[in-house]
T-cell receptor, first 114, second 113 residues
Framework: QKEVEQDPGPLSVPEGAIVSLNCTYS??????FMWYRQYSRKGPELLMY????GNKEDGRFTAQVDKSSKYISLFIRDSQPSDSATYLC??????????????FGKGTLLTVNP | KAGVTQTPRYLIKTRGQQVTLSCSPI?????VSWYQQTPGQGLQFLFE???????NKGNFPGRFSGRQFSNSRSEMNVSTLELGDSALYLC????????????FGPGTRLTVL
């Protein structure tokens, strides 16, 4: 079983739709959770960073973490064509000398159609 | 504040050659990590450097190595290149301390022929 599972999609939605992206994980040591957006032929861009269970909102983006279920989500409200990209979830075990490495999901390719 | 920069952006090499990639972290960031991204395996952790010391290493062969300089800039080296080393190599920097927000550069796309 992979440590982090993410549906690769592709996911195609109309402009203005609410998008839900999800990842599950198996390593209970993971404590830091991130979502990155990667446009074609670019490096990943950090969108959201969360530490604890619960919700975190930033503009049109909401990150949700449920540690009891080992499940994280990213919601995008009022999606725009410029949101079309690959979304990657990433997580790490926590602080300490050897625990900063990020384990990534495979990424979900999202297309928002005008 | 300038972001993470990586040079070169593109490289074409042949099997058996070696290659050195360079990364300059965000000013003030002391930790640099390297990742390999391929269509099949996704993003995989190579190694992390902090204060010129390798603190963590991923599951890659010894042909992959790196170092960090006193100004936090980092290089990674791949010797005896194989076709399977073709990938996007990404560098990420992190400010030291308990937070783990990592900021990525644009990557170096390596093609091995």
């Amino acid at each position: 079983q992979k440590e982090v599972e993410q549906d690769p999609g592709p996911l195609s939605v109309p402009e203005g739709a609410i998008v839900s992206l999800n990842c599950t994980y198996s390593n209970s040591a993971f404590q830091y959770f991130m979502w990155y957006r990667q446009y074609s032929r670019k490096g990943p861009e950090l969108l959201m960073y969360t530490y604890s269970s619960g919700n975190k909102e930033d503009g049109r983006f909401t990150a949700q973490v449920d540690k009891s279920s080992k499940y994280i989500s990213l919601f995008i409200r009022d999606s725009q064509p410029s949101d079309s990209a690959t979304y990657l979830c990433a997580m790490s075990a926590g602080s300490g000398g050897s625990n900063y490495k990020l384990t990534f999901g495979k990424g979900t390719l999202l297309t928002v159609n005008p | 504040k300038a972001g993470v920069t990586q040079t070169p952006r593109y490289l074409i090499k042949t099997r058996g050659q070696q290659v050195t990639l360079s990364c300059s972290p965000i000013s003030g960031h002391r930790s640099v990590s390297w990742y390999q991204q391929t269509p099949g395996q996704g993003l995989q952790f190579l190694f992390e450097y902090f204060s010129e010391t390798q603190r963590n290493k991923g599951n890659f062969p010894g042909r992959f190595s790196g170092r960090q300089f006193s100004n936090s800039r980092s290089e990674m080296n791949v010797s005896t290149l194989e076709l399977g080393d073709s990938a996007l190599y990404l560098c990420a920097s992190r400010v030291s301390g308990g937070r783990n927000e990592q900021f990525f550069g644009p990557g170096t796309r390596l093609t091995v022929l």
